[in-house]
């Protein structure tokens, strides 16, 4: 209990910090909001009234504390683009960014888990027999490894969009329209984001299984009469569930800012696209919104981990 008191309070000041890091470093970069709506032919009369009406003529602490406690009530602001709440626009946005995230983490954990036990578990004898399926695999896993998602996004693309036409590139289709066509569409985003990942987590997993087949406790086990399944399932996953279950979760972490680039190959409106065009537009409540709730997702996901990973081997400490 203390240990998920310690990681709660840890999170919190976390969350004040990148806050006021985000505020901070949109509020003094270069560039001005009200120019960008109003144009470079606008009168300084019209600007200042922009200016004021956007709350950009305040002091800079007073706009962070009013900021940061409508955000605490959950009051994003206004976009300075859209003329909406920030609320409204992250609404479904979000709903689809999250599900493309699902997605590319279901496919990479389902994809890893069976293929890396595959490649790597059994006797000496019959991994010797399999050789060249791990050789098949090693090859490939380091291809697909080495290929960002920007680039198997395109491939993606161009082979099952172009040359196969199961699905038409840019043609978003909302899942509002078609719950069927819309998982559809977004199963090719996902791919692109989930295969690199899953290529990490298959060698993680044949690299810590094969170290804990070499300790002795297996070789007990197996003296005892145990087949080699049950030494794998019963002795073996257990003993490495903390370091790929820590590292499946960096590896979801690691695809938010994938989604971000997949978004814009694959026209997705989803929150990382709205994102680049809120840093484009100097639309700084959208921008910094955004900053604090992916900060948040980060943030909590590393906590429940550690949570997580505490109460399966409590000798963890923070």
């Known amino acids: 209990m203390r240990y998920a008191i310690r990681k709660l309070v840890t999170l919190v000041i976390t969350l004040f910090l990148i806050s006021l890091l985000a505020f901070l470093a949109f509020s003094l970069i270069p560039g001005d909001p009200a120019v960008l709506q109003l144009g470079i032919n606008a009168t300084p009369e019209s600007l200042e009234a922009l200016r004021e009406e956007m709350g950009l003529n305040r002091p800079l602490t007073v706009r962070y504390f009013e900021w940061l406690g409508s955000l605490f009530f959950g009051d994003m602001g206004q976009s300075f683009a859209h003329g909406h709440s920030v609320r409204e626009l992250l609404g479904d ?20 888990l069976p293929m890396g036990l595959l490649t790597a578990g059994g006797t000496e004898a019959g991994r010797r027999g399999r050789r060249p399926l791990h050789a098949a695999m090693t090859i490939v896993t380091q291809i697909v490894m080495a290929v960002p998602p920007l680039f198997l996004g395109l491939i993606l693309t161009f082979v099952f969009g172009i040359t196969f036409r199961l699905f038409t590139p840019s043609a978003f289709v909302s899942f509002r329209e078609s719950l069927g066509g819309y998982l559809f569409y977004m199963l090719f985003p996902a791919l692109a984001i989930a295969l690199p990942k899953s290529a990490m987590i298959i060698r993680l997993i044949r690299s810590s299984v094969r170290s804990e087949l070499k300790k002795d406790y297996v ?5 005892r009469g145990n087949s080699p399944r049950a030494v794998l399932y019963r002795h073996v996953l257990p003993n490495i569930a903390v370091p790929v279950m820590t590292f499946s979760v960096l590896a979801l972490i690691m695809m938010i800012t994938d989604s971000i680039v997949v978004e814009q190959v694959f026209s997705i409106p989803g929150a990382g696209r709205l994102l680049i065009g809120a840093i484009g537009a100097r639309d700084y409540p959208v921008v910094q919104a955004l900053v604090v709730v992916i900060a948040a997702l980060v943030m909590t996901l590393h906590a429940l981990t550690d949570i997580l990973a505490r109460a399966i081997d409590r000798r963890i400490t923070l």
Do not use: E, N, Y
């Open 93 to 112: 946005r979000l709903i689809i960014t999250g599900s493309l995230l699902g997605m590319s983490f279901l496919l990479a954990v389902g994809i890893a």
């Open 219 to 223: 070789q007990t086990a197996v003296s």
